[in-house]
């Protein structure tokens, strides 16, 4: 998919989970839970260009029934 409009040189984008930045879009790792997720443009000098909304979500994870 594309950016509209499209990124400047040097210009990046970040995902925030929680406010924190996470290298490469990972998100394994984070634990269950409300979370929130925003995305942002950055420029070479990291300068915030655009930020997107935050996105509240939940991670549940599922537990196999321990056998008695």
Do not use: C, M, T, W
């Not at 040189?9 to 929680?18: A, F, P, R």
């Not at 790792?29 to 995305?39: F, K, S």
């Not at 300068?47 to 909304?53: L, R, T, W």
């Amino acid at each position: 998919s594309q950016q509209q409009p499209a990124l400047q040189k040097g210009d990046s984008i970040e995902l925030l989970v929680d406010g924190v930045a996470r290298e490469g879009f990972n998100i394994q790792g984070i634990e269950r839970g409300a979370h929130v997720v925003q995305v942002q443009v950055v420029a070479e000098n990291g300068d915030i260009k655009i930020s997107s909304s935050s996105v509240s979500f939940y991670l549940q994870r599922s537990s196999k029934p321990q056998s008695l």
